[in-house]
């Protein structure tokens, strides 16, 4: 679990992050959504300790990360898995070599014991027999992966995520969309997701953190945002007709006026 409390960050006069708090539980997707400009990135970058707040609290289950002394946060950053919005790959690398990377920082392990590692992720990614490859031979969803292979390949007990699905076309978001889903949770790790992409919302957004100016505008479960009041949030969320008319489904469906099983498709007509 991952806790900050009363976060605030400023850069010159510019209030960024004010007064922010929130709980983030192991074993689900936390997802941080807000327009650019909202401090969603700031506050992910807060949490990895890339930017320090000014004030405010920093726990990783039960140990406050603000307080530590650098030695500390490097021991720390060792539980931590990082997926970069744009991949982040070595191009001179192979595949192999760029999941091997944390590895050779980290551990003193022989190389077959990291080759061995390398090849387990990998084949949790379904990325089998890709070792060789180098990031130019391989597609944007293949690399994606390869990021989030490189990521949990310490057995991390917290995943960031920036922007995941920046770049791909929706199938291929879907498939990466799943794969943190079903690592979070098969591992049991606290993983956080920066995203506008409200598929994701809809289908990973265990528990979600709506940011607005600075502020925690909304908090609440992709089954709690479908019935938001909060008129920023709907905002935000129902710019989409497509997505406005999912939310009078859901109405009427919670209102108990159409069957369930009923085809979207046809409900839509």
């Known amino acids: ?36 400009g909202s401090g969603k990135t700031v506050l992910m970058k807060c949490l990895v300790g890339l930017f320090e707040p000014d004030q405010g609290d920093i726990i ?9 002394d650098d030695e500390k946060r490097k021991e720390l950053r060792q539980q931590i898995g990082m997926l970069f919005q744009g991949s982040a790959l070595f191009d001179s690398l192979t ?10 920082m980290f551990t003193t392990w022989s190389h077959s014991e990291k080759k061995k590692r390398v090849n387990e992720v990998l084949d949790r990614v379904n990325l089998k027999d890709a070792n060789k490859k180098f990031p130019a031979e391989i597609s944007g969803g293949m690399k994606k992966r390869v990021g989030i292979a490189r990521a949990i390949v310490l057995n ?29 949770r098969e591992f049991k790790i606290t993983t956080v997701v920066n995203t506008h992409d409200m598929n994701s919302v809809m289908e990973t ?21 479908i019935f938001s009041k909060n008129q920023k949030l709907n905002d935000f969320i129902f710019a989409s ?19 369930n099983n009923r085809n979207m498709d046809e409900l839509l007509k």
């Open 241 to 259: 007709n497509f997505l406005q008319d999912a939310k009078d489904m859901r109405m009427l469906e919670a209102k108990g006026k159409i069957d």
């Open 205 to 225: 957004g265990d528990h979600i953190i709506y940011m607005y100016e600075g502020l925690k505008e909304w908090e609440g479960s992709n089954q709690d945002i």
């Open 1 to 36: 679990m991952i806790e900050f409390k009363n976060i605030r960050k400023t850069f010159g006069d510019k209030v960024v992050l004010n007064d922010v708090s929130a709980k983030l539980n192991a074993g689900q997707c936390n997802l941080i959504i807000g327009t650019s």
């Open 95 to 104: 595949v192999e070599k760029n999941i091997m990377f944390p590895l050779n």
């Open 156 to 184: 991390p007990k917290y995943l960031f995520c920036d922007e995941p699905n920046s770049g791909l076309d929706p199938q291929t978001s879907m498939v990466i969309d799943k794969l943190i889903q079903e690592i979070t």
């Open 60 to 68: 990783y289950d039960g140990v406050n990360f603000s307080e530590m």
